[in-house]
C-alpha cells in the first residue's frame, strides 16, 4: 500500500488489525554522488551509496523486529515508489512533502496521526547498529503520559522523533541540520507545556569519525547490522587507509 502526493492517486486502506503505532522511517533512494557525500572520502560515490543502501536495509530490518507497530517510509525522490516497494514490500509508503525536512517530518507524522494511528515516530536510516530497545523505548513512553519522544544523536541532531498527537511547531520552527536540533525542540516542547522523555543517545554515520567509530563497533558487536558489516568487511581496507 502506498501514497503519492500532490495530484496523483491515493491508496488508502484501514489501518492494520490491532496496530496503533506507526514507526516512519526517513530514506532517499541512494544515487552516487547524492548520497552520504560527506564519506567521499574516504569513500567513492558509488561505495556511500552502496553503503547506505545496506544502513537502509539494516534500519528496515530492525523495524520489522518490532511488536505491534506498523512499518512505514517516508522517501524521496518523488520517482522512488517502485524502488522502495521492492525494497520493503512489506512496508507502507508515503511521499516526503515539504520545502524542508522539518516540514516533511511534521507532514509524515501528521498523515499517520490522521489516518487513525495513536502513536507515530519518525527516525533516521543512517544509524544501523540503533539497539531495538531504543525504539521500544519510545513507544512505551508514548503509551503512558509522556507527549513527545525524542531520541538525541550525539551531533545535536535526533534520531527519532515520537508523538501521540501533531507538533507542527517542534519540527518547522526549527532550523535542521544545527547542533542545536535537539535542544532548540526541547525548547519549543517547555513552552507548548508538552512532557518529553529523552531516549539513550546514539549517532548517525555522516561522515569519516563517525564511519570510524562505526567499523570500531562491529568489530566487537558481531551479528549486528548484517549488511552493512558484510559491505565493511569487504571495502575494510580501503575505509581503514582513508579514515
Known amino acids: 500500500m502506498w501514497y503519492e502526493i500532490a495530484g496523483a492517486p491515493v491508496i488508502d486502506t484501514p489501518l492494520p488489525r490491532g496496530f496503533e503505532n506507526v514507526l516512519i522511517v526517513v530514506a532517499k533512494r541512494p544515487a552516487p554522488g547524492r548520497t552520504k557525500t560527506r564519506l567521499t572520502p574516504p569513500l567513492s560515490p558509488d561505495q556511500a551509496a552502496d553503503l547506505y543502501e545496506c544502513f537502509l536495509k539494516d534500519t528496515l530490518d530492525l523495524v520489522r523486529r518490532l511488536e505491534n507497530v506498523q512499518p512505514a517510509i517516508a522517501y524521496l525522490p518523488a520517482d522512488g ?65 509522556t507527549d513527545v519522544a525524542i531520541g538525541p544523536c550525539t551531533d545535536g541532531g535526533y534520531y527519532l522523533l515520537g508523538t501521540r498527537q501533531p507538533v507542527p511547531d517542534l519540527t518547522r520552527k526549527v532550523r535542521m541540520s544545527t ?44 551479528g549486528v547490522a548484517c549488511y552493512t558489516h558484510r559491505f565493511l568487511e569487504h571495502h575494510l581496507s580501503v575505509a581503514e587507509e582513508e579514515i
Open 81 to 145: 515508489a517502485s524502488y522502495f516497494t521492492q525494497l520493503a514490500p512489506d512496508f507502507e509508503l508515503l511521499l516526503q512533502r515539504g520545502e524542508n525536512l522539518g516540514e516533511r517530518l511534521d507532514h509524515a507524522l501528521t498523515h499517520f496521526l490522521e489516518r487513525g494511528y495513536r502513536r507515530a515516530a519518525v527516525m533516521n536510516s543512517d544509524g544501523p547498529t540503533l539497539p531495538e530497545d531504543h525504539l521500544i523505548a519510545c513507544f512505551e513512553a508514548l503509551t503512558g503520559e
Open 179 to 222: 547542533p542545536h536540533v535537539t535542544a532548540d525542540t526541547l525548547a519549543l516542547a517547555a513552552e507548548e507545556g508538552l512532557h518529553v522523555r529523552l531516549l539513550p543517545s546514539w549517532y548517525d554515520v555522516d561522515d569519516a569519525d563517525t564511519l570510524s567509530q562505526l567499523v570500531t563497533e562491529l568489530k566487537n558487536r558481531p
